[in-house]
């Protein structure tokens, strides 16, 4: 803005984020409220009056990799002083004490419900000069905070931050009470809290204003939601007639919790997508006692029996977890038994992280050596690389309805004169790929499949469809034409 014939430069946020869709979420809200009072985002952190870093601590590997992005900041830090450097989500949560010793040039350490409080932390640091913490968000911290929490910062999310304006994450739940051993979230993230559906509601309305036409409902255990009498079911009756609202998604679900009125409802209401991801992380009953996870292989496999009886067409997907404490090559082989029978959609496949801080960590020993890991986690992986690719291939010669995220990644390293390619998922979250116009990006498209691979549906536009939604271009690009729009997919 000029003053007295000067341009004052906007500062600049440069904001990594790591980890899971919750953090995704949580970084957009930063966003938003830090342009409220005058950020632009910058790409690099040369350029940056503010560097954050929203980390996650599920996996070691996240957190070195956060360190190790600390580490090479302490040059900055010296050269430029005014620099304020940030570390926010879980890992600030839980190690303070080692964030200071190991990176003492960083300014701010902020939790998970306190990001709300960002400006303001920001200028302490800069007026003061001093490290400015505030974690106060803790499994002995009131209810009435924590809910204030929800309160505080979801109006500011920035749409900007989204990976398109079409489809958005809505938080309807934070935290967790179900402490399996392996998992740090209970401890970071807090205990478990749904929000009003009322204010469910309204955020779902804002966004279905602002041109979203597909949200995801966030929660660690999101078909454990409960507030008061609202259950899940009831919440997506709720919002199932918001105006605009097309697609309405939900994860992650805990198997123990997935009750038939939820089913039910994913059955009878139209605009709620036919896809479960629900992770059973192991397929041996000793491991999954070991992980208090609360259910037996058995109670999973009838489970899944319920949701395909229940929702006819239903994709469902899964996590696994390799090399946990005492895992056998015998118990190793169950989890390959249940992958190779039970026809996931595709499985996320972990190997074991020790975390300090959860009962896994101190009640056994990690005694699955790395290199057993690794091979464990690339036998799975084949299992259900080849179970994923049986599931696509039964698509070849059905037609899909798909809404069009935008370029696919690889649409950049075509040949210039080939067709654009774009992609898109299915109401069951397949990934299928086509060639079209760019700017069908946020249209509900038929594609007939002709080909698939593991991770992957390819497919054309149904004659007609093209030239209807080339009609309501505005502007129609041409074959071969680049325009620029984020890569997606
Ligand atoms: S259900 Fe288990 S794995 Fe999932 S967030 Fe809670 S403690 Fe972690």
């Not at 935290?175 to 993230?189: E, L």
Request: contains cysteine; hydrophobic residues 35%; proline residues 5%.
């Amino acid at each position: 803005m000029p003053i007295s014939g000067k341009i004052i430069p906007m500062p600049k946020l440069y904001l990594e984020t790591v980890g899971c869709q919750m953090n995704v979420l949580d970084s957009e809200l930063v966003v938003g409220s830090l342009r409220r009072h005058g950020y632009e985002l910058t790409e690099t952190t040369d350029d940056a009056d503010v560097i954050f870093f929203n980390t996650c601590s599920v996996r070691q590997h996240a957190e070195d990799k956060i360190y190790s992005a600390l580490g090479r900041l302490r040059n900055h830090k010296n050269k430029f002083p005014d620099a304020i450097i940030g570390v926010l989500g879980c890992m600030a949560q839980k190690d303070q004490d080692l964030i200071k010793k190991r990176a003492p040039h960083v300014d701010i350490i902020c939790g998970t419900g306190q990001l709300a409080q960002l400006p303001t932390l920001i200028k302490d640091a800069r007026d003061t000069g001093a490290l400015q913490i505030a974690l106060s968000l803790d499994r002995t911290e009131s209810r009435h905070e924590v809910e204030r929490s929800f309160e505080s910062y979801d109006p500011m999310r920035d749409p900007s931050m989204r990976p398109n304006r079409f489809q958005a994450y809505v938080r309807i739940m934070i935290g967790c009470d179900k402490f399996c051993t392996y998992c740090i979230v209970p401890s970071v993230r807090g205990p478990e809290q749904s929000r009003h559906p009322e204010q469910i509601a309204a955020e779902v309305r804002q966004l279905a204003d602002e041109g979203v036409k597909e949200i995801t409902l966030l929660g660690q255990t999101v078909n454990s939601y409960h507030h008061g009498s609202s259950r899940l079911s009831d919440l997506l009756a709720r919002i199932h007639d918001t105006a605009g609202i097309e697609r309405i998604k939900f994860i992650t679900n805990f198997p123990k919790d997935m009750t038939d009125d939820l089913l039910q409802a994913v059955r009878d209401l139209p605009k709620v997508c036919p896809y479960l991801h629900v992770p059973a992380q192991s397929g041996c009953n000793e491991i999954l006692k070991r992980m208090k996870r609360m259910y037996t292989v058995e109670f999973y496999r009838d489970m899944l029996s319920r949701c395909r009886e229940i929702v006819p067409d239903v994709a469902i997907s899964s996590d696994f977890i390799v090399g946990f404490c005492g895992e056998t090559e015998e118990s190793f082989a169950k989890t390959c038994d249940l992958v190779g029978e039970a026809k996931f959609k595709n499985s996320f496949i972990f190997k074991y992280s020790p975390r300090p801080g959860t009962r896994g960590h101190e009640l056994y020993d990690d005694d699955v050596p790395e290199e057993v890991k690794k091979r464990r986690n690339n036998d799975l992986l084949a299992i259900q690389n080849a179970a994923s690719l049986q599931d696509h291939r039964r698509y070849i010669g059905q037609r899909v309805e798909v809404l069009v995220e935008g370029p696919s990644k690889n649409a950049w390293k075509l040949d210039a004169n080939g067709p654009l390619q774009l992609t898109g998922r299915t109401r069951t979250d397949h990934i299928v790929v086509f060639d079209g116009n760019p700017r069908l990006a946020g249209q509900t498209m038929e594609i007939d499949i002709d080909d698939a691979t593991s991770f992957t549906l390819y497919g054309k536009v149904v004659t007609g469809e093209q030239i209807a939604v080339g009609e309501c271009c505005e502007m129609p690009v041409e074959i071969g034409e680049r325009i620029a729009l984020p890569l997606i997919g």
